[in-house]
């Protein structure tokens, strides 16, 4: 596949004007992501708008989160945030040419990734996630469809828009609401009423939705979802995470997971925040740190390349 050419500088001055659609990339509950083709250099980016406006611009926490955990290889970047007809926020994001994580399961037609290559996923998403608490945000909505990969192999962490930031202008630490975010992937406590935690919680709520993911990822299903598709009712979610046993790649026959990779679950999926692994001691698992680096990151791109001829 052809890859799009690199921004011939930094502060090119993006204006949304200079932008033209090339097709739509997805919608979700906060606003539509287009392909957009710089008219001047021919660079693609990603432009997500907004559907509606901020009442002031400090309150948009989406582009405070952007801005803070600029700089990581496995944090989508953010070039511009731009305003649109209506004052919304528009954001400038590197297109990734391959979707999210949650397409490629799709192109997948159901089949999960294997340890291999989900070694390498897990190492990236981790060192992203590792970056972004280390930038005082909690992302709080972890999961397939919100990891984006490219051609080169590449999965960088997106869609930080139910994100919060974990300390304030004088560093205190703020406590956030964590009962935002997909149902599926919350941790028990975020079903609480009037869910709130401090910055230890938040990022534990994190390493939950991670542990779910690459159930998904491993499974090629979300471990909350029937065989069948239908999706339960929040009720019967609740009660599956709050009251169940967390979900184990143990638990299903067809795929037969290596005893590292159960570790590795288990320990993102203990019920108590406090007793759950935190995202240092997950790059040491033997999983992510054991794992044959240049193999891993083979077997990860050609599976990514394969789903897209
Ligand atoms: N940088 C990007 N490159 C390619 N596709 C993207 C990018 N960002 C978002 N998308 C697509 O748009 C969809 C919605 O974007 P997302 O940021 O997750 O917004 P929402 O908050 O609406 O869920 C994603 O699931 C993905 O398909
Ligand atoms: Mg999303």
């Known amino acids: 596949m052809k890859q799009a050419p690199a921004l011939p500088a930094d502060d090119v001055d993006l204006r949304l004007s200079d932008l033209e659609q090339v097709c739509h990339l997805g919608e979700g509950t906060c606003g539509v992501v287009t392909k957009v083709r710089h008219r001047g250099t021919g660079t693609e980016f990603a432009l997500k708008t907004s559907y509606y406006a901020h009442p002031n611009r400090a309150m948009d926490e989406e582009a405070e989160a952007l801005r803070r955990c600029a700089g990581s290889p496995h944090v989508v970047r953010c070039h511009a945030v731009l305003s649109g007809a209506g004052g919304e926020p528009a954001y400038v994001l590197e297109f990734m040419d391959a979707g999210t994580l949650g397409d490629l399961l799709g192109r997948r037609g159901g089949r999960g990734i294997p340890e291999c290559a989900l070694a390498e996923v897990a190492a990236r998403c981790l060192q992203g996630l590792a970056h972004v608490h280390s930038r005082g945000v ?172």
């Open 138 to 309: 909690a992302h709080l909505d972890l999961r397939p469809d919100n990891l984006l990969v490219n051609s080169r192999g590449d999965i960088k962490i997106g869609d930080f828009s139910v994100s919060r930031i974990l300390h304030g202008r004088a560093d205190e630490r703020r406590k956030v609401s964590i009962s935002v975010g997909s149902p599926m992937y919350l941790s028990p406590e975020r079903f609480e009423p009037d869910a709130h935690a401090g910055p230890r919680g938040a990022i534990a709520a994190d390493v939950w939705a991670f542990g779910v993911t690459v159930l998904e990822l491993f499974l090629g299903r979300c471990p909350f979802l029937p065989p069948d598709g239908v999706r339960p009712s929040y009720v019967k979610l609740r009660q599956a995470i709050c009251d169940g046993e967390p979900p184990s790649p143990a638990d299903y026959a067809c795929v037969a997971a290596s005893p590292e990779l159960r570790g590795f679950v288990a320990a993102c999926l203990q019920k108590d925040p406090r007793r759950r692994a935190t995202v240092a001691q997950l790059l040491a698992h033997p999983i992510v740190a054991q794992r044959h680096v240049e193999e891993s990151r083979r077997a990860l791109r050609q599976l990514i390349v394969d789903t897209l001829e």
